[in-house]
């Protein structure tokens, strides 16, 4: 009886199952990941990771000397390894992508990665500095909190200040996010995009929050950019899904030859691409979620109150280094995967350029906060790099890396002031404090005013060129209204910055006004850096300027 029960329930087993032929053994293969081309990458991650271990197992008393050494070897390494590459031709002769497909290894990728590099390395300097504020209880402090977990005002902050403690763990935070930024621009799909953001968005956000002074005004500060950040980032995502659902891939190469017609047709394809609703609604929004980053209006908000609230080296670091990676995202998604599409996302982007400039140089002279005013110099300075995205031409992509260069030391050079001038509640911030400054501290107001001038577009300043080389670039692309446009918004600025200038040299010191703290070799360094780096490339950019060129060409 058994005998006949078997083989009827193998006859309906049958009917809805079948044999699988067996699967070769190298049915998946494995992954191929270039380490020593991705090594700049690796070695900030694999720092990062030695720094968590030094704050679990290094003593606290000598965790500051041990974070700082290694924060500096480790980004000079990678410097180092961005240089290697270089002169093994993968700027330009030998650039492809690598990791799978993932990272894009080219001339844009390695000059961005190597400016956020040389700039991370002058933000430890100034993170590092613990000269400026009064010893407390007998011992250095620097400008973090004591405890970043602890109430603002409590008991447990009391104690971690009496107890001297400092918050090291700043520093492999600030390897994080450079980790982050030097995949962001050299991503080569959606994804790789935004995890990339992810990883340096959300270090960022912690930094933000730890003030020593200001502790209630820097971590809202730190919520808004929470908040607004993961607004970006969500509609970045749904725009990536978006774009996924038009072209039924998420690497930059299949989507533009999705879009320019050159993809192998099937039927879902054929379905989906009929219509470009999908298309148009996706680019709008991966594309706030890269403007969110950059800080151009309408999309800017954040930026005065963030850049207020948080400690003032964090905010050099963000102004400086979260421009250089979100604009190389920007660049690398509309040169590689939406050529073909310019005449679609021009127009919009040349209503956000000029709506950027103006907002940001006329909303900044009612500002009386050197912080909040150096904000929305920024959002302006964002206005005038987009002039030369806008340009869709090679002078339009080299003139945006030398931008970028030039702008980023001289605003880590202008906050890196601002920290000197201090008075009983730390940094004096406002224009007010700031009058008659050039008779009590020369040497101090005449760095600032350099910083000022290039701000400014003067000539012999690094500014200077580089506006002249976003603007040529832009005017070259058939873009001569948006010159004006700038030409206009410059005037406004360099009112603003001029009236600084006025007010440090030209106004009587008010008694007990604010003292410039002498600051250690280490933010003097930094300041130093910047005010050569801006003298250099206004005297002699050419140099410069050839190596953005040669650097110029996106891999696809």
């Given at each position: 009886m058994s005998g006949s029960v078997f083989p009827a329930g193998s006859v309906v087993h049958s009917l809805w199952t079948t044999a699988a032929p067996a699967a070769p053994v190298d049915s998946i293969p494995a992954p191929h990941i270039e380490y020593a081309q991705l090594s700049p990458v690796l070695i900030v991650f694999g720092v990062a990771v030695l720094g968590i271990l030094v704050e679990a197992f290094v003593p606290r008393a000598h965790r500051y000397l041990a974070q700082v050494t290694v924060a500096v070897v480790g980004l000079a390494a990678a410097f180092a390894a961005v240089v290697a590459l270089a002169e093994k031709g993968y700027g330009t002769t030998k650039a492809h992508i690598a990791a799978m497909g993932a990272v894009a290894v080219d001339g844009p990728a390695l000059f961005l990665q190597g400016t956020i590099l040389l700039v991370a390395i002058v933000s430890v300097l100034t993170f590092a500095e613990r000269r400026l504020d009064p010893r407390a209880h007998g011992r250095q402090v620097d400008s973090f909190a004591a405890q970043g977990s602890a109430v603002p005002g409590g008991d447990q902050e009391k104690a971690a200040v009496r107890a001297g403690f400092t918050s090291t763990e700043v520093f492999p935070l600030l390897l994080f996010a450079v980790g982050g930024m030097l995949v962001f621009p050299a991503a080569n799909d959606l994804l790789t995009l935004f995890v990339a953001l992810e990883v340096f968005s959300l270090p960022l956000y912690i930094l933000c929050a730890l003030a020593r002074r200001n502790r209630l005004m820097s971590q809202e500060a730190a919520v808004k950019y929470f908040l607004l950040g993961a607004f970006s980032s969500a509609f970045l995502l749904f725009g990536i899904a978006l774009l996924y659902g038009y072209a039924g891939s998420v690497t930059y190469s299949g989507i533009s030859s999705v879009i320019d017609g050159t993809a192998r047709m099937t039927p879902a394809l054929a379905s989906t691409t009929g219509n470009d609703a999908l298309l148009l609604i996706g680019l709008a929004m991966v594309a706030v979620g890269l403007l969110f980053k950059v800080g151009a209006v309408p999309f800017h908000m954040w930026t005065p109150d963030v850049y207020q609230g948080a400690p003032t080296p964090v905010t050099g670091f963000m102004a400086a280094a979260t421009k250089v990676a979100a604009f190389g995202a920007l660049l690398r998604l509309l040169y590689v995967v939406l050529p073909g599409m310019r005449w679609d996302?021009?127009?919009?982007?040349?209503?956000?350029?000029?709506?950027?400039?103006?907002?940001?140089?006329?909303?900044?002279?009612?500002?009386?906060?050197?912080?909040?005013?150096?904000?929305?110099?920024?959002?302006?300075?964002?206005?005038?790099?987009?002039?030369?995205?806008?340009?869709?031409?090679?002078?339009?992509?080299?003139?945006?890396?030398?931008y970028l260069a030039a702008y980023?030391?001289?605003?880590?050079?202008?906050?890196?002031?601002?920290?000197?001038?201090?008075?009983?509640?730390?940094?004096?911030?406002?224009?007010?404090?700031?009058?008659?400054?050039?008779?009590?501290?020369?040497?101090v107001a005449a760095v600032f005013a350099v910083f000022l001038l290039a701000f400014a577009g003067i000539p012999l300043t690094s500014g200077f060129a580089g506006k002249f080389a976003v603007f040529k670039a832009a005017a070259q692309g058939g873009a001569m209204p948006l010159v004006i446009v700038g030409v206009i918004s410059s005037a406004v600025a360099a009112f603003f910055y001029i009236r600084v200038i006025v007010l440090m040299f030209f106004s009587e010191p008010k008694a007990g006004g604010p003292s410039v703290a002498v600051p250690s070799p280490l933010t003097s360094t930094a300041i130093a850096i910047g005010v050569v780096v801006t003298l250099v490339l206004g005297l002699a950019p050419q140099y410069f300027l050839d190596l953005a060129a040669t650097s110029g060409v996106f891999i696809r």
């Open positions: 996302w021009r127009p919009v982007m040349w209503g956000v350029a000029i709506a950027t400039m103006l907002v940001g140089a006329v909303v900044a002279v009612t500002q009386t906060d050197v912080k909040r005013l150096l904000a929305y110099s920024s959002i302006a300075h964002a206005g005038f790099i987009l002039a030369g995205v806008i340009a869709t031409t090679p002078d339009g992509v080299s003139s945006v890396l030398f980023s030391f001289v605003t880590l050079g202008a906050f890196a002031v601002v920290t000197l001038v201090r008075d009983a509640g730390g940094e004096a911030t406002h224009l007010s404090r700031w009058a008659g400054l050039g008779r009590r501290s020369p040497l």
